[in-house]
């Protein structure tokens, strides 16, 4: 990253560091809520609010994170929690427990890809009777619950 690339980051609308004065953490970005059965379109829904946002490279690996030592430090800190709050609002409060502890977005982005872009896979395995269940829990909950013990 260079250093001049970014320097218009409080006022230019097109430098992904930009923040607008609307934007907040508790902005709910999508209507889809991540549920763990409904990867693909939320994913298309968040891929979309993001880019619109200007803040896709801060899941897509883009924009890694710099040394505290360098200029922009604080400015992807910021930037980088604020699209962790996105995420983090726009899935379900199972599967947000497991995101708790993750301080990068592009990490948070790729652990639900790994997580749930298999998804369809399940509802084309599913059951005779047409279920995704084990127990009482549907595939998401239990994935979710085993990752967290």
Known sequence: MGDDQFSD?????????????????SLVLVTTILDGTNYTS??????????SKNKWKFVDGTFTEPAP???????????????????????????????????????????????????DLFMISEAEDGSTKQGNFDISTNFTTFILI
């Open 9 to 25: 980051h409080a006022t230019n609308h097109a430098n992904p560091f930009y923040v607008h004065p609307n934007d907040d953490p």
């Open 42 to 51: 939320w994913y298309r829904e968040m891929k979309i609010a993001l880019i």
């Open 69 to 119: 030592t360098h200029l922009l430090y604080d400015i992807w800190v910021r930037c980088n929690n604020m699209v962790i709050s996105w995420l983090r609002k726009s899935i379900s409060e199972d599967i947000k427990q497991s995101t708790l502890w993750i301080n990068k977005a592009y990490i948070v982005w790729k652990n639900l890809e790994n997580r749930f872009s298999q998804g």
